[in-house]
């Protein structure tokens, strides 16, 4: 099993930033991927990007450019960093690992991104 722990999310300006953290329960080299959605009011969960155990990484053409994926393997620890974020960004934010033949997914976090 895999637990996960995001964190980050808040209240951020247009063209501001935001960094999301993932806290998995487990070694993150042993899960075939770690992926960030999100999900706005009234619209379905959407991929963001993904990081794969060797380290590829996968973004939506949405967020190409703007938003970066790492990872902190000592802390297990997945990052979501979200910079010139617009109105448009504004949603729940939820972190899943694909971990054999199963997949976790964190309880979410929100942003808001508004003047």
């Known amino acids: 099993q895999v637990q996960l722990v995001e964190s980050g999310g808040g209240l951020v300006q247009p063209g501001g930033s935001l960094r999301l953290s993932c806290a998995a329960s487990?070694?993150?080299?042993?899960?075939?991927?770690m992926g960030w959605y999100r999900q706005a009011p009234g619209n379905q969960r959407e991929l963001v990007g993904s990081?794969?155990?060797?380290?590829?990484?996968f973004y939506a053409d949405s967020v190409k450019g703007r938003f970066t994926i790492s990872r902190d393997t000592a802390m297990n620890t997945v990052y979501l960093q979200m910079n010139s974020l617009k109105s448009e960004d504004t949603a729940v934010y939820y972190c899943?690992?694909?971990?054999?033949?199963?997949?976790?997914w964190g309880q979410g976090t929100q942003v808001t991104v508004s003047s």
């Open positions: 487990r070694d993150i080299f042993s899960i075939n991927v």
């Open positions: 990081i794969t155990s060797t380290g590829g990484t």
């Open positions: 899943r690992a694909a971990f054999g033949v199963r997949d976790y």
